[in-house]
């Protein structure tokens, strides 16, 4: 599985995607102004389990949840 993440998290990083957060298991593109870019649909339930699903957090925002796609890719390296 760490594989096919780190095969979409480079693609995403080549388009210029900068940042990501999750919304019930569908990974999306942050940009302000925020537009709904939904990237993947993770009908697993198993992909990117490191990115916290703002759907469990009542009263949040993906402003307060998004992450670096270039540090997503560098844990992965690593791993």
């Known amino acids: 599985m760490k594989e096919l993440e780190l095969m979409l998290l480079n693609m995403w990083s080549e ?3 900068e ?4 919304y ?5 593109a942050f940009k302000e102004p925020l537009l709904n870019i939904e990237l993947f649909y993770d009908l ?3 992909l990117f389990s490191d990115v916290e699903d703002i759907a469990n957090h009542e009263d949040s925002c993906p ?3 998004k992450l670096s796609v270039n540090a ?3 844990s992965r390296s690593r791993a």
Not at 24 to 28: A, F, G, Q
Request: proline fraction near 0%.
């Open 19 to 22: 940042e990501i957060y999750k």
């Open 63 to 65: 402003k307060n949840y």
């Open 72 to 74: 997503l890719i560098q």
């Open 24 to 28: 019930k298991n569908r990974i999306k």
């Open 44 to 46: 697993t339930y198993r």
């Open 15 to 17: 388009c210029g995607i």
